[in-house]
């Protein structure tokens, strides 16, 4: 069993940036592949990165390419997400979450192992 404890949500303006984090309760971080997912209001969650095993390998959705960046901390059992000229269509809860696998099955959050309770950014235009 892994948790998921997400952190660093919050209000920012149109243009800002935020650094959300996830950490792990696991003894065995390494293991699993980290990403993060969002869910606007009314609307499915959807995948926006994800990180590989090691973090040599990365993959994002490409509405934010350029913007986020994923990286890990093997060390701390933490995975994090920089977030920069963040728009108010951002706007979203956002989840962390852990699989084993590494790949696209990342795309369909029914594959995902393990989620955190998730942490609201709020863009404002």
């Known amino acids: 069993q892994v948790q998921l404890v997400e952190s660093g949500g919050g209000l920012v303006q149109a243009g800002g940036s935020l650094r959300l984090s996830c950490a792990a309760s696991t003894r065995t971080f390494s293991d699993y592949a980290m990403g993060w997912f969002r869910q606007a209001p009314g609307k499915e969650r959807d995948f926006v990165a994800v990180i590989s095993w090691s973090g040599v390998g990365v993959l994002y959705t490409d509405s934010v390419k350029g913007r986020f960046t994923i990286s890990r901390d093997n060390a701390k059992n933490t995975v994090y997400l920089q977030m920069n000229s963040l728009k108010p269509e951002d706007t979203a809860v956002y989840y962390c979450?852990?699989?084993?696998?590494?790949?696209?099955?990342?795309?369909?959050?029914?594959?995902?192992?393990?989620w955190g309770q998730g942490t609201q950014v709020t863009v404002s235009s």
């Open positions: 979450g852990a699989d084993k696998s590494y790949g696209s099955n990342w795309y369909k959050t029914g594959t995902i192992d393990y």
